[in-house]
């Protein structure tokens, strides 16, 4: 009888190790997909930052330049953005001379410090409000944020910022490529940069685009201003739309998304107008936006884009 019940518990125990072992991402293997000639992009997944993925969920735009690889958004870990550096110099004699990052949500930056790491020279680039943020509160805020989230494999050791500002209309150009730099304001965040690769009929666009994904919309963003950002993004008519998250694809892809944006604030509009509470809103708002239900985030993100979106439409009011 003794014997059976400490196999049981034994047993148990050794379920619950098992359960519990994390498993830790060893290789960085994540679909790469060549768009152009020039643009190759590797596919992150779209899970929350974790141990398994060491902060690894966000696409990475690898551009090929006469002197040089220009990257987008490196990963959102230190670790993530050596595995960066390391599949481009398996792919590339070339070194990293440039990086741009598109906002300051971590999952687009904290891989600088890995590129850092393998590319000292290579020059990083943000909007000013990016590059402010994260050498105030929120670099150190984020870089804590994913160490702890990853049980420390994400391997930050320090925020590293942008070398250079850019803002909206500027070129920067690395080789034979031109890189043309759009900010509309406050969108997804007050300081998303899109960029065009001059020459591609391409535009990365950051998470003012996202394919299939509902992401964080905090303080800084406004979902007036994302559609409107859409519309102008739209107006330029590029053959290929490259989002933070999610698949590339033509115009459908911008236009999903903001169908998206657009159906949550005519709700809350709506709701708002009835007087109903921030707070109440949220079944009725599930229910009309049934189509989006298998998005990923959908069920983790939509209560906050119903209150940041009821603060917008409030802060209108009394205008
Ligand atoms: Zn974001």
Not at 111 to 136: S, T
Not at 172 to 201: K, Q
Not at 273 to 294: C, H, N, Q, T
């Amino acid at each position: 009888m003794t014997s059976i019940k400490y196999l049981i518990v034994t047993s148990f125990f050794l379920l619950v190790t098992l359960h519990q072992s994390p498993v830790y991402a060893t290789e960085f293997d994540y679909p790469i997909k060549q768009i152009t000639d020039k643009i190759r992009v590797i596919f992150g997944p779209m899970d929350l930052p974790d141990s398994n993925n060491r902060g690894y969920r966000n696409n990475v735009i690898i551009v090929d330049t006469s002197t040089g690889i220009v990257l987008m958004d490196p990963g959102g870990s230190a670790w993530s953005g050596e595995m960066v550096a390391k599949t481009v110099k398996s792919m590339s004699a070339e070194s990293v001379v440039a990086v741009f990052n598109s906002h300051a949500h971590g999952d687009h930056w904290l891989g600088n410090e890995g590129i850092k790491r393998h590319f000292p020279d290579a020059v990083i680039y943000g909007h000013p409000k990016m590059k402010a943020r994260l050498e105030g509160n929120d670099g150190a805020t984020w870089l804590e944020t994913i160490n702890r989230l990853t049980d420390n494999l994400a391997d930050g050791k320090q925020v590293v910022a942008p070398d250079r500002v850019v803002n909206d209309g500027d070129v920067v150009t690395v080789g034979d490529t031109d890189f043309r730099i759009i900010h509309t304001g406050s969108a997804h965040t007050d300081n998303d940069i899109m960029i065009e690769i001059v020459g591609e009929d391409a535009l990365f666009t950051g998470d003012v685009v996202r394919d299939h994904f509902v992401g964080l919309m905090e303080e800084d963003s406004s979902f007036k201003g994302n559609i409107e950002a859409i519309d102008k993004i739209l107006g330029l008519n590029f053959k290929y739309y490259i989002p933070g998250h999610g698949e590339v694809g033509s115009a459908d892809t911008p236009i999903s998304y903001r169908a998206y944006l657009k159906a949550l604030r005519d709700m809350v509009v709506e709701l708002f107008d009835e007087g109903v509470e921030s707070y109440e809103m949220k079944p009725r708002i599930v229910e009309a936006l049934s189509d989006y239900r298998d998005w990923s985030g959908f069920d983790l993100r939509l209560g906050g884009h119903i209150s940041r979106a009821y603060l917008e439409v409030e802060q209108e009011e009394f205008q």
